[in-house]
């Protein structure tokens, strides 16, 4: 299976803050990658596909970028609604895989 | 407007099976992908496997190769998710979750992901 590690585990950040929130492959996966963030006891919910892709509803301070095995998580302005636990996801091999997660507390 | 709503809790005895129901709404059921996810309590979300609805097809993560059965209903429009012969540490909430896909035309293949969720179930394994 393809292992994603993402880092770091946690992370303290301020109202405002630029947070980033990184993603690595064990091999390459293209863009076959995807973020949600879950809040305690709610289902996850989808940020953004294929890396980059916002998904509709999603606010524009949250960006993705990176391609093959490296890939990048941007949160601008966090909000106090954005403290949750983040995961990617890889959709590129037959057995999908998630990050061990990240997250993201109030400082 | 897209729904996924999960069947409830479910106490079970170790050694037991489990079936756990989706029942979706507000769109074409039979066009789409359907994944099961899990997340043991304060763990990380675990993919289980996907079946597609069109032909029955499915995938399972190796953990769960012969264990778990995935199997839609098309005239309900409802996914379930078995899983057999159930331990202390499959206690977890579980997920279904329906997937798009975008074609990728540089890979010449679909790239999935998860646009709606269900709100969960959970099931606790315990003598």
């Known amino acids: 299976d393809i292992q994603m590690t993402q880092s770091p585990s946690s992370l303290s950040a301020s109202v405002g803050d630029r947070v980033t929130i990184t993603c690595r492959a064990s091999?390459?996966?293209?863009?076959?990658l995807n973020w949600y963030q879950q809040k305690p006891g709610k289902a996850p919910q989808l940020l953004i596909y294929?890396?980059?892709s916002l998904q509709s509803g999603v606010p524009s301070g949250f960006s993705g970028s990176g391609s093959e095995t490296d890939f990048t998580l941007t949160i601008n302005g966090l909000q106090l609604e954005d403290f949750a636990t983040y995961y990617c996801?890889?959709?590129?091999?037959?057995?999908?895989?998630f990050g061990q997660g990240t997250k993201v507390e109030i400082k | 407007q897209v729904q996924m709503v999960q069947s409830g809790v479910e106490v079970k005895m170790p050694g037991a099976s489990v079936k756990v129901s989706c029942k979706t709404s507000?769109?074409?059921?039979?066009?789409?992908?359907i994944s099961w996810v899990r997340q043991a309590p304060g763990q990380g979300l675990q993919w289980m496997g996907r079946?597609?609805?069109?032909?029955?097809?499915?995938k399972y993560a190796q953990m769960f190769q012969g264990r778990a059965t995935l199997t839609t209903d098309t005239s309900t429009s409802t996914a379930y998710m078995e899983l057999r012969s159930l331990r202390s540490d499959d206690t977890a909430v579980y997920y279904c979750?329906?997937?798009?896909?975008?074609?990728?035309?540089?890979?010449?293949?679909?790239?999935?992901?998860?646009?709606?969720w269900g709100q969960g179930t959970l099931v606790t394994v315990s003598s």
């Open positions: 091999q390459n996966i293209a863009n076959y």
């Open positions: 979750a329906r997937q798009s896909f975008e074609w990728l035309p540089k890979q010449d293949r679909a790239l999935y992901y998860s646009d709606y």
């Open positions: 996801q890889q959709t590129y091999s037959t057995s999908w895989t």
């Open positions: 507000g769109f074409t059921f039979t066009q789409y992908v």
């Open positions: 294929a890396a980059s």
């Open positions: 079946i597609s609805v069109y032909n029955g097809d499915t």
